[in-house]
């Protein structure tokens, strides 16, 4: 857990692969409680902290996670992350690179809560959640291409499943199609960049987060920012 950016009402952290962002059954202590520490140490607070939860990322996914430090600014966040009032990118390295350059990508997706996993449809299903994103590819390597995803709708797994449906699986997404786990036990998906207006001052929140720090990452990076 690395903090990007804190203010009053606000605190974005930089989170890894291990971490979660909410207590879940595997009993390991969430984002929400390590910072809650963290805050009660950093200002020397007696009593409780408040921490409160505004969106959720997958565990083996690493990036941006922002939380609240106060209840109003933790309702108005809830709000604009519903109303898609708030701007998200994805880098993700995929093995096989889609056939197109850029697209926006529309599917179906259908939650199965028993394996914890998504499908993609091409058409309407009974139960099923329209799912839109849009791609365009970064960067090439050798063996594996980066893509930038910007998340129009916020579904279980999505970016992970409408990119296996197009054939182009994230690396390390052993769930999703990936031939083999990454030594982290994470996948090549990373919440990059977000932005939108501070629920309380109004000011524009823009933050970046730096990439994981393996080779293949910091390569990617490297190139992106050459061009």
Same mark, same amino acid.
């Given at each position: 857990?690395?903090? =990007?950016?804190?203010?009053?009402?606000?605190?974005?952290?930089?989170?890894?692969? #291990?971490?979660?962002?909410?207590?879940?059954?595997? $009993?390991?202590?969430?984002?929400?409680?390590?910072?809650?520490?963290? =805050?009660?140490?950093?200002?020397?607070?007696?009593?409780?902290? /408040?921490?409160?939860?505004? %969106?959720? =990322?997958?565990?083996?996914?690493? $990036?941006?996670?922002? /939380?609240?430090?106060?209840?109003?600014?933790?309702?108005?966040?809830?709000?604009? /992350?519903?109303?898609?009032?708030? +701007?998200? #990118?994805?880098?993700?390295?995929? +093995?096989?690179?889609?056939?197109?350059?850029?697209?926006? =990508?529309?599917? !179906?997706?259908?939650?199965?809560?028993?394996?914890?996993?998504?499908?993609?449809?091409?058409?309407?299903?009974? @139960?099923? +959640?329209?799912?839109?994103?849009? !791609?365009?590819?970064?960067?090439? $390597?050798?063996?594996?291409?980066?893509?930038?995803?910007?998340?129009?709708?916020?579904? %279980? %797994?999505?970016?992970?499943?409408?990119?296996?449906?197009?054939?182009?699986?994230?690396?390390?997404?052993?769930?999703?199609?990936?031939?083999?786990?990454?030594?982290?036990?994470?996948?090549?998906?990373?919440?990059?960049?977000?932005?939108?207006? %501070?629920?309380?001052?109004?000011?524009?929140?823009?933050?970046?987060?730096?990439?994981?720090?393996?080779?293949?990452?910091?390569? /990617?990076?490297?190139?992106?920012? @050459?061009?």
């Amino acid at each position: 857990m690395e903090v =990007l950016y804190e203010d009053n009402h606000l605190i974005i952290v930089n989170k890894n692969c #291990s971490e979660i962002v909410q207590g879940d059954k595997t $009993g390991d202590t969430p984002l929400s409680e390590m910072l809650k520490a963290w =805050l009660k140490e950093k200002y020397n607070k007696p009593g409780n902290v /408040f921490v409160g939860v505004t %969106h959720r =990322l997958d565990r083996p996914v690493s $990036g941006l996670v922002v /939380f609240a430090k106060t209840s109003k600014a933790l309702a108005r966040l809830n709000d604009m /992350f519903r109303n898609g009032e708030v +701007k998200k #990118s994805y880098w993700a390295i995929v +093995k096989r690179a889609p056939e197109k350059e850029s697209d926006e =990508l529309v599917h !179906y997706l259908v939650r199965n809560e028993k394996s914890n996993k998504s499908v993609a449809y091409d058409r309407e299903k009974p @139960g099923a +959640k329209r799912a839109v994103l849009d !791609y365009k590819i970064l960067a090439r $390597g050798d063996r594996y291409t980066l893509l930038e995803v910007d998340l129009k709708t916020g579904r %279980h %797994h999505q970016i992970r499943c409408q990119l296996a449906k197009i054939g182009s699986p994230i690396k390390g997404d052993l769930k999703y199609g990936a031939e083999r786990s990454n030594p982290d036990g994470g996948i090549s998906l990373h919440a990059r960049h977000i932005e939108f207006v %501070h629920p309380v001052s109004k000011e524009l929140v823009s933050v970046t987060a730096p990439v994981p720090s393996d080779n293949l990452w910091q390569a /990617f990076e490297k190139m992106v920012e @050459g061009k």
